[in-house]
Structures are given as structure tokens and as C-alpha cells.
């Protein structure tokens, strides 16, 4: 049993747990393990068979048992348990529909309900409405989305992108399929999920996806096509398509609605680039495709262009790995360079570098590069940025450093022209290499910071500092339109990962995604650059 399998069981359970709503604070603590578990380059069944899992992080005594239990026995009792009482197709059906889990289990035992079949039994029945809490209203609601053929769901928080990926190629390779939809065009948080499969016979493809474990509830089928929904109610699509119509099918699939539109109708080709063969209009990456888009795409970033990653931490902040752990790590990849950017105090919630760590971590930075050169592990600084724009280190030490993020954290709520001159303010520092997640965001739960983009562009051009592209997923920061705007005003970004682990370091796909979306050439993306390019000392 593999990291992966292990995290969803415990997100499966965690899932369970809170639709049973008797330990809301356990499946939190699953969740959190989950977490951790995918983020460990450890084998966490070795782990657990040698009684060492408590050792990660956020798994104590309880938690460790019920993994014990599933890599002993390959299930967790409690899990069969609360699927067998909970009906996850029945959840995952009301989530789809916009009715939250408790409800749904509400209106299943109201109504003596086991599957999403029985609902949609009981909905043309016309027996929703003697389900408590069923206006009328609610009644019509629910009969529409079920019955109404490719119909939107409600309004929902879109999955973030590595989320996005491992459902959708999850989905994809037991079925031979592509994935399509918002994630094959990376948008940084996807709604319509969707796979494509060449299939002669698309019963046995529609068979298929709906055996599959992460699909509880078909909620649309048609003659090549379904959408299931997983147990938190986020719906796929699949399209088994004839096998001399699979690029049209893909193409289509793909999206964005707007682009396809404006090229419609579509010819039958087997394969993608023959569609755009026969319409004779060249390729489009998939990253492209948000808007109708006329003429050559322009050579894009690739992720074997990038030489070196700019943005990480280690054990000396809240990293998970050393210094020569990561330098390794990033060696393996293939760099040339890694930009060591531990914490400075001002961050608080986690230990920031004092300038006397900066010095004693430069030593240790030093050991490192004798073990791994001719690759170099930069001595680099994620800097606070502090409210009135200074930065919290001394120059004397600022200066000493090969790579400085500068970076807003605390105070984030500032008002537009305050914002807007603190960040200049840092960006002056002669020091400062790059602005680390220019706007702040966490999708789904921060909005961006009120800042100017465009003076911090005009300040990044005379300055000579780089926007980054932070790639934490949740993180995506600047975003595929600003880089675009970005990248016009004449500023130049770094694709980074701001990676806390080893496996963080492999987020790079997510920003030089973001990136592409923001139309960069390899050019302007100063890690695709020679260390000695990069201004920095050899
Ligand atoms: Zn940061
Ligand atoms: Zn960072």
C-alpha cells in the first residue's frame, strides 16, 4: 500500500466522520494526517509495520492504530462501517445538488432512501417535498439539476489544481483516458472536471467509470457519455468517444467553452492536432485556451527550460528537509541551483533566521556545496517585508545573501496606497531579488491583498526585481492573467515552489503552468537563466 492509497482511506474516513457528525474534531485530525502522509517522501507502511508512525507529523496514538489496521488488514473497520450506514452514492448526489451532507442523510431517512437511484425514484414520485425541510422551492430546485441533461450544478468552490490532477488521473488510467477540462488548460481552480477515452464499445468505458471507487453516484449517462460525482459531491465527466473522433471529443472536452465555440464545428479527427490540421489553424497548448485566440502561439516555458528553483525552505524555518537534503533533491531534478529562502522573525507563526542564523546557516550552506558541486545551493532569505516597507534584516546582512524574496505575511489587510508603498518601499532595497506571492491570495479562502500591480510592475522594471510565480497550489500567486499583464509591463517573473519538503520541489509544474497561462517565454523567466545570468557572484 503506497502514500497515496494510505491518504485516501484517511480522507475517505475523514469524509465519513463529518457527514456522521459524531467526531467533527477526529476527522479534522484524519485529514491533517492525510496531509502529511502524501506530503512524506517516507513509506509510510514500512512506518507503521516498525512502529515508527507516530514519528510524522500530527499521528498520535489513535490515528497510528487505525493505520496499523489498514496496512495489516487492507481496510479500517469503522470506514466499511460508516460506508454501509451512510450511503456515500446518497451524499455525494445532495452534495452535487447543493444540499450539504447532513441533509442529505436527513432526507434519505426521511424518506427511506439507500441509493441516488431511490432519490431520483422519490423525486419524479413527487415525495421530496414530504421530507422535512423540502419547501417547495428546494423541490424544484433539486428536480431540475436531476433531471435536466448537462446541467451545471450549483454554484461550488472549485477543487485546487493538484487536487484536481490526481482525481482526474486517478480517473483517467484505469480507464485508458485523458484528462481534460479545466485541468488539462491548468486553471489554478477547477470546476468541470473531465476525462476522454477512445472507446468502440462505450458501454463497457461507462461500466467502468462507474465501478470506479471514486465515483459514488452517476449522476447523468448517456449514450457516450456520464458524469459521476465523487463523495464530496464533485463531478466528472467522461466521454468514451469513438476512436475516429477522440481529438474532437478531447478538443472539446477540453475547453474553454468560448475557445471551442470559436472554432466550431469541429471536424472528426482521431487525434487532437489532426482537428487543427483540418481547420488549418495551428496548435494551441491547452494553457492557452481560456479566450478565442487567433494566429501562432508563441513559444512557451517548458518545465525541462528551468535550471534551478529560487524559492524553498528547510529545517532552519518550517522546512521538512536540510539544507543538503533539498540541494540534493534539487540536483536529482536536474538543476543547476537552489535559492535556500528560510523564514525571517517577523513571519511569527513559525521560527524565522535571526542574522546571527543567517550566518551560521551560510556554514552549513558552504558544506553543502562542497558535497554537491558543481551544482549550487544559493544562500537565499524569504525577508518579511515589515507595515511601514522595511525589510527584517539588516542591509549589512541583506547584502551578504545571493537571492532575497521579499515577502508580505503579517498585516494584510492594509488599504490599497498603503499596500501599494510598503511593497515599493522593499522593492527599493537593492538587495531584493524578487517579490515572493505578490498578491497574497489562498484560493478558496483569502482574497488577494489590495495592492497596485501595475506601479509594483513599473517599480519591478526600474528596480530590476522579478514577480514571482509562487506554485504552492493553494497558493498560484501572481496568476496566468497578471503574469500576463506582468510580462507586458516589461518585468521579468521566476517560476518557484516555495517548497517545504523535498516533494514540494516538484510543485514546479504547477507555476511553470501558471506561468504559460501567462503566455512567458523561456526568456522571461529568469530561472530558465545560467546562475551567472542571474547576477550572482561565482
Ligand atoms: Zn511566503
Ligand atoms: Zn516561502
Given at each position: 500500500?503506497?502514500?497515496?492509497?494510505?491518504?485516501?482511506?484517511?480522507?475517505?474516513l475523514?469524509?465519513?466522520?463529518e457527514?456522521?457528525e459524531?467526531?467533527?474534531?477526529?476527522?479534522?485530525?484524519?485529514?491533517?494526517?492525510?496531509?502529511?502522509?502524501?506530503?512524506?517522501?517516507?513509506?509510510?507502511a514500512?512506518?507503521?509495520?516498525s512502529g515508527?508512525a507516530?514519528?510524522?507529523?500530527?499521528?498520535?496514538?489513535?490515528?497510528?492504530?487505525?493505520?496499523?489496521?489498514?496496512?495489516?488488514?487492507?481496510?479500517?473497520?469503522?470506514?466499511?462501517?460508516?460506508?454501509?450506514?451512510?450511503?456515500?452514492?446518497?451524499?455525494?448526489l445532495?452534495?452535487?445538488l447543493?444540499?450539504?451532507?447532513?441533509r442529505?442523510?436527513?432526507?434519505?431517512?426521511?424518506?427511506?432512501?439507500?441509493?441516488?437511484?431511490?432519490?431520483?425514484e422519490?423525486?419524479?414520485?413527487?415525495?421530496?417535498?414530504?421530507?422535512?425541510?423540502?419547501?417547495?422551492?428546494?423541490?424544484?430546485?433539486?428536480?431540475?439539476?436531476?433531471?435536466?441533461?448537462?446541467?451545471?450544478?450549483?454554484?461550488r468552490r472549485?477543487?485546487?489544481?493538484?487536487?484536481?490532477?490526481?482525481?482526474?488521473?486517478?480517473?483517467?488510467?484505469?480507464?485508458?483516458?485523458?484528462a481534460?477540462?479545466?485541468?488539462?488548460r491548468?486553471?489554478?481552480?477547477?470546476?468541470?472536471?473531465a476525462?476522454?477515452?477512445?472507446?468502440r464499445?462505450?458501454?463497457?468505458?461507462l461500466e467502468?467509470?462507474?465501478?470506479l471507487?471514486?465515483?459514488?453516484?452517476?449522476?447523468?449517462?448517456?449514450?457516450?457519455?456520464?458524469?459521476?460525482?465523487?463523495?464530496e459531491?464533485?463531478?466528472?465527466?467522461?466521454?468514451?468517444?469513438?476512436?475516429q473522433?477522440?481529438?474532437?471529443?478531447?478538443?472539446?472536452?477540453?475547453?474553454?467553452?468560448?475557445?471551442?465555440?470559436?472554432?466550431?464545428?469541429l471536424?472528426?479527427?482521431?487525434?487532437?492536432?489532426?482537428?487543427?490540421?483540418?481547420?488549418?489553424?495551428?496548435?494551441?497548448?491547452p494553457?492557452?485556451?481560456?479566450?478565442?485566440?487567433?494566429?501562432?502561439?508563441?513559444?512557451?516555458?517548458?518545465?525541462?527550460?528551468?535550471r534551478g528553483d529560487?524559492?524553498?525552505?528547510?529545517?532552519?524555518s518550517?522546512?521538512?528537509a536540510?539544507v543538503?537534503?533539498?540541494?540534493?533533491?534539487a540536483?536529482?531534478?536536474?538543476?543547476?541551483?537552489?535559492?535556500?529562502?528560510?523564514?525571517?522573525?517577523?513571519?511569527?507563526?513559525?521560527?524565522?533566521l535571526?542574522?546571527?542564523d543567517?550566518?551560521?546557516?551560510a556554514?552549513?550552506?558552504?558544506?553543502?556545496?562542497?558535497?554537491?558541486?558543481?551544482?549550487?545551493?544559493l544562500?537565499?532569505?524569504?525577508?518579511?517585508?515589515?507595515?511601514?516597507?522595511?525589510?527584517?534584516?539588516?542591509?549589512?546582512?541583506?547584502?551578504?545573501?545571493?537571492?532575497v524574496?521579499?515577502?508580505?505575511?503579517?498585516?494584510?489587510?492594509m488599504?490599497?496606497?498603503e499596500?501599494?508603498?510598503r511593497?515599493?518601499?522593499?522593492?527599493?532595497?537593492?538587495?531584493v531579488s524578487?517579490?515572493?506571492?505578490?498578491?497574497?491570495?489562498?484560493?478558496?479562502?483569502?482574497?488577494?491583498?489590495?495592492?497596485?500591480?501595475?506601479?509594483?510592475?513599473?517599480v519591478?522594471?526600474?528596480e530590476?526585481?522579478?514577480?514571482?510565480?509562487n506554485?504552492l497550489?493553494?497558493?498560484?500567486?501572481?496568476?496566468?492573467?497578471?503574469?500576463?499583464?506582468?510580462?507586458?509591463?516589461?518585468?521579468?517573473?521566476?517560476?518557484?515552489?516555495?517548497?517545504?519538503?523535498?516533494?514540494?520541489?516538484?510543485?514546479?509544474?504547477?507555476?511553470?503552468?501558471?506561468?504559460?497561462?501567462?503566455?512567458?517565454?523561456?526568456?522571461?523567466?529568469?530561472?530558465?537563466?545560467?546562475?551567472?545570468?542571474?547576477?550572482?557572484?561565482?
Amino acid at each position: 500500500m503506497d502514500n497515496a492509497q494510505i491518504a485516501d482511506r484517511l480522507d475517505a474516513l475523514a469524509a465519513l466522520l463529518e457527514l456522521a457528525e459524531t467526531n467533527v474534531y477526529a476527522a479534522r485530525a484524519y485529514r491533517r494526517a492525510a496531509e502529511t502522509i502524501r506530503g512524506t517522501g517516507l513509506p509510510v507502511a514500512e512506518l507503521v509495520k516498525s512502529g515508527r508512525a507516530s514519528e510524522l507529523r500530527g499521528i498520535g496514538r489513535g490515528i497510528e492504530a487505525r493505520l496499523r489496521e489498514l496496512v495489516e488488514t487492507g481496510a479500517i473497520a469503522e470506514l466499511a462501517e460508516l460506508e454501509r450506514d451512510l450511503a456515500p452514492d446518497l451524499v455525494g448526489l445532495g452534495r452535487y445538488l447543493g444540499l450539504g451532507a447532513k441533509r442529505s442523510v436527513e432526507l434519505a431517512r426521511a424518506l427511506g432512501i439507500r441509493t441516488a437511484d431511490e432519490l431520483r425514484e422519490a423525486a419524479a414520485a413527487g415525495r421530496l417535498r414530504s421530507a422535512p425541510g423540502i419547501g417547495p422551492k428546494t423541490e424544484a430546485q433539486l428536480l431540475e439539476t436531476l433531471t435536466r441533461e448537462g446541467s451545471e450544478p450549483p454554484g461550488r468552490r472549485g477543487l485546487l489544481l493538484n487536487r484536481a490532477w490526481e482525481l482526474t488521473g486517478a480517473i483517467a488510467a484505469p480507464l485508458d483516458a485523458e484528462a481534460a477540462g479545466d485541468v488539462r488548460r491548468w486553471r489554478d481552480s477547477c470546476e468541470g472536471l473531465a476525462v476522454v477515452c477512445a472507446a468502440r464499445d462505450p458501454r463497457s468505458a461507462l461500466e467502468r467509470f462507474a465501478a470506479l471507487p471514486q465515483i459514488v453516484a452517476v449522476v447523468e449517462q448517456g449514450e457516450r457519455r456520464a458524469v459521476g460525482v465523487t463523495v464530496e459531491g464533485v463531478p466528472i465527466e467522461l466521454v468514451a468517444a469513438e476512436p475516429q473522433r477522440f481529438g474532437t471529443a478531447l478538443l472539446r472536452a477540453t475547453g474553454s467553452r468560448a475557445y471551442v465555440a470559436a472554432l466550431e464545428p469541429l471536424p472528426d479527427a482521431p487525434d487532437e492536432e489532426a482537428v487543427y490540421r483540418a481547420l488549418d489553424v495551428p496548435w494551441c497548448p491547452p494553457e492557452l485556451r481560456e479566450e478565442p485566440f487567433d494566429g501562432e502561439p508563441p513559444t512557451l516555458v517548458h518545465p525541462e527550460d528551468i535550471r534551478g528553483d529560487l524559492h524553498c525552505h528547510t529545517t532552519w524555518s518550517d522546512g521538512r528537509a536540510s539544507v543538503e537534503e533539498m540541494g540534493r533533491a534539487a540536483r536529482e531534478r536536474g538543476y543547476a541551483y537552489l535559492a535556500i529562502c528560510d523564514h525571517t522573525p517577523a513571519v511569527g507563526a513559525v521560527r524565522g533566521l535571526t542574522p546571527d542564523d543567517v550566518r551560521r546557516q551560510a556554514e552549513e550552506i558552504a558544506a553543502a556545496n562542497e558535497l554537491l558541486a558543481p551544482f549550487r545551493v544559493l544562500r537565499g532569505i524569504e525577508c518579511d517585508i515589515l507595515p511601514d516597507g522595511r525589510l527584517d534584516l539588516p542591509d549589512d546582512v541583506l547584502s551578504e545573501l545571493e537571492w532575497v524574496q521579499a515577502s508580505v505575511h503579517g498585516g494584510q489587510r492594509m488599504p490599497r496606497a498603503e499596500m501599494t508603498k510598503r511593497v515599493e518601499e522593499a522593492l527599493r532595497n537593492p538587495s531584493v531579488s524578487c517579490l515572493s506571492h505578490p498578491k497574497g491570495r489562498y484560493i478558496n479562502r483569502r482574497p488577494e491583498n489590495e495592492l497596485d500591480l501595475e506601479r509594483v510592475f513599473e517599480v519591478a522594471r526600474e528596480e530590476n526585481v522579478a514577480l514571482e510565480v509562487n506554485g504552492l497550489p493553494d497558493r498560484l500567486d501572481l496568476h496566468g492573467e497578471q503574469v500576463r499583464d506582468a510580462l507586458a509591463a516589461g518585468v521579468r517573473i521566476v517560476c518557484s515552489t516555495d517548497a517545504h519538503s523535498v516533494r514540494g520541489l516538484g510543485n514546479m509544474a504547477l507555476s511553470v503552468a501558471t506561468a504559460r497561462r501567462g503566455w512567458a517565454t523561456p526568456e522571461a523567466v529568469v530561472n530558465t537563466w545560467p546562475l551567472w545570468e542571474l547576477s550572482v557572484p561565482p
